[in-house]
């Protein structure tokens, strides 16, 4: 089971417009990261926010977190045709294992038009 | 630096039949995790590996089993396939540790008929 939801499903958008994805979860959590994903390839990781963060910058990303609505938006500034691709939050939850396990979200597909 | 590599890249088999995947982890890792990818969906986890033990597992059956070597490397087996086995499936390699990001192979694209 999935146990984060993006919003919106899809997003498109011209070159150089911002771009914001959302992301809900349901329980609490360790961290939260964001990956990226080009069609049919492997998932490339993109920023990682602890859960005492509120919020977290990496060049043209920028990340917030607000645990007391379980949720969380990754904002991809002035976009490029190659930002277009699929885009998933990622929880990991407290584990006494010191093992995580990250639980991914449904997926924001962006497409980024020239 | 090598990253993660998965083979084969995609594969054929039909029902019934059994299916091993493999994985090596990107140099300096020690931790192997196995997702399930449906078309449009998220990975879902299938289990994780760690000192050639499996360490977490998620809610997939037993007829998914794995595997951690020395080195390592990793193997996914899954057992009497079913058409809905048809996935992308990827690995991905990490450190032991609890805010240690995933590396992500490319994923075997596994077809089931």
């Known amino acids: 089971s999935q146990q984060g939801e993006e919003d919106p499903q899809a997003l498109s958008i011209q070159e150089g417009e911002n771009a914001t994805m959302n992301c809900s979860y349901k329980?609490?959590?360790?961290?939260l990261q964001w990956y990226r994903q080009n069609s049919g390839r492997g998932l490339v990781h993109l920023i990682l926010?602890?859960?005492?963060?509120r919020e977290k910058h990496s060049g043209r990303l920028r990340v917030t977190l607000d645990t007391s609505k379980k949720s969380s938006s990754l904002l991809i500034t002035a976009s490029r045709a190659a930002d277009t691709a699929s885009y998933f939050c990622?929880?990991?939850?407290?584990?006494?294992?010191?093992?995580?396990?990250?639980?991914f979200g449904t997926g924001t597909r962006l497409l980024v038009s020239p | 630096d090598a990253g993660v590599t998965q083979s084969p890249t995609h594969l054929i088999k039909t029902r019934g039949q059994q299916v091993t995947l493999r994985c090596s982890p990107k140099?300096?890792?020690?931790?192997v995790s196995w997702y399930q990818q449906a078309l449009g969906q998220g990975p879902q986890f299938i289990f994780q590996?760690?000192?050639?033990?499996?360490?977490q597992r998620g809610n997939f059956p037993d007829r998914f089993s794995g595997h951690q070597f020395p080195n390592y490397s990793s193997e996914l087996n899954v057992n009497a396939l079913l058409l809905g086995d048809s996935a992308l499936y990827l690995c991905?390699?990490?450190?032991?540790?609890?805010?240690?990001?995933?590396?992500f192979g490319n994923g075997t694209r596994l077809t089931v008929t």
């Open positions: 991905a390699s990490s450190l032991a540790g609890r805010n240690s990001p995933l590396h």
């Open positions: 329980t609490s959590i360790n961290n």
């Open positions: 926010i602890r859960s005492n963060e």
């Open positions: 990622a929880t990991a939850g407290f584990m006494n294992t010191g093992f995580q396990k990250l639980v």
């Open positions: 140099s300096g890792h020690d931790t």
């Open positions: 590996y760690y000192e050639e033990e499996e360490r």
